[in-house]
């Protein structure tokens, strides 16, 4: 199982979009997320979504500002940030698995890519 690779972070002001790309070469996954992590805190659930029936999840902290979205023709597995703020200030990563269970929960995924960058400035 090749991990997935995450592209598109970046820096944006408050306010900003972004939106982040995560490719993934086994894409018969069950469940693909994206979660976050900032200095000196846990890494935590953002959005996730199953592969199969397109079902997705939020973390209350993102609803109505992020969207979780896939392109199974291309593997491709997409997290758009809108509204961005400064507390979403953190590092990003996709993550795979093939259980269905707690989708938003980080220890739940054995695939994980080495994160990609967001910092948004106020």
């Known amino acids: 199982q090749d991990p997935p690779v995450e592209s598109g972070g970046g820096s944006v002001q408050a306010g900003g979009s972004l939106t982040l790309t995560c490719s993934s070469k086994t894409y018969d996954n069950t469940c693909m997320g994206w979660f976050r992590q900032a200095p000196g805190k846990e890494r935590e659930g953002v959005a996730a979504?199953?592969?199969?029936?397109?079902?997705?999840y939020y973390a209350d902290s993102v609803k109505g500002r992020f969207t979780i979205s896939q392109d199974n023709a291309k593997n491709t597995l997409y997290l758009q940030m809108n509204s961005l703020k400064p507390e979403d200030t953190a590092m990003y990563f996709c993550?795979?698995?093939?259980?269905?269970?707690?989708?938003?929960?980080?220890?739940?995924?054995?695939?994980w890519g080495q994160g990609t960058q967001v910092t948004v400035s106020s």
């Open positions: 993550a795979a698995k093939f259980s269905a269970y707690e989708p938003l929960r980080p220890d739940e995924y054995s695939f």
């Open positions: 979504i199953y592969t199969g029936g397109g079902k997705t």
